[in-house]
T-cell receptor, first 110, second 116 residues
Framework: EDKVVQSPLSLVVHEGDTVTLNCSYE??????LLWYKQEKKAPTFLFMLTSSGIEKKSGRLSSILDKKELFSILNITATQTGDSAIYLCAVGGSNYKLTFGKGTLLTVNP | EAQVTQNPRYLITVTGKKLTVTCSQNMNHEYMSWYRQDPGLGLRQIYYSMNVEVTDKGDVPEGYKVSRKEKRNFPLILESPSPNQTSLYFC???????????????FGQGTRLTVV
């Protein structure tokens, strides 16, 4: 059975801090790993990673995948209160099946 | 505007009364999927479809049916809803890239279903 584990489950930081969110997986025939941000409603796409060791960046957010050790990290630097959300990791495996982790709830306090 | 549209957004129903939640996308995506989201359990996949007339079970398919007769629509059917199907439901769609890769998924706004 495919499995995606995110850690920590929740995290409280102050504005300006840097955070690292973790995602480890056991998936049959790995195809891609995707990160999403979910505020009050639907998840919104952040990154898709398919190759090991190549960092994807968007502003203060970045992510990298390690296919040998089966994990990915999402970094957020200089956090802002608007970064408060649930961050979801999902892994695509065989037959286009997509498995999500339970998410990390990030709270950024002013 | 590219979007995935779910209806209804909110629904309260009684046990055993058949219901359908509709999902439509305007991006010509091959792949569509249904998820339920419950506190502490995250997003769990119910069913997915790789193209018209091609569907497969996700992790929690029991009590649900789907159909994909047209590329843009992927309705979720609860033939006999029960209280344990009370949840927040999301529909999503995406292109399928080469080599079996799922690209970015676009999500609908969610349907909050309560079964009493």
């Amino acid at each position: 059975e495919d499995k995606v584990v995110q850690s920590p489950l929740s995290l409280v930081v102050h504005e300006g801090d840097t955070v690292t969110l973790n995602c480890s997986y056991e998936v049959t025939n790995f195809r891609s790993l995707l990160w999403y941000k979910q505020e009050k409603k639907a998840p919104t796409f952040l990154f898709m990673l398919t190759s090991s060791g190549i960092e994807k960046k968007s502003g203060r957010l970045s992510s990298i995948l390690d296919k040998k050790e089966l994990f990915s990290i999402l970094n957020i630097t200089a956090t802002q209160t608007g970064d408060s959300a649930i961050y979801l990791c999902a892994v695509g495996g065989s037959n286009y099946k997509l498995t999500f982790g339970k998410g990390t709830l990030l709270t950024v306090n002013p | 505007e590219a979007q995935v549209t779910q209806n209804p957004r909110y629904l309260i129903t009684v046990t055993g009364k058949k219901l359908t939640v509709t999902c439509s996308q305007n991006m010509n995506h091959e792949y569509m999927s249904w998820y339920r989201q419950d506190p502490g359990l995250g997003l769990r996949q119910i069913y997915y479809s790789m193209n018209v007339e091609v569907t497969d079970k996700g992790d929690v398919p029991e009590g649900y049916k789907v159909s994909r007769k047209e590329k843009r629509n992927f309705p979720l059917i609860l033939e006999s809803p029960s209280p344990n199907q009370t949840s927040l439901y999301f529909c999503a769609s995406s292109f399928t890239g080469g080599a079996g890769i799922l690209t970015e998924a676009f999500f609908g706004q969610g349907t909050r279903l309560t079964v009493v």
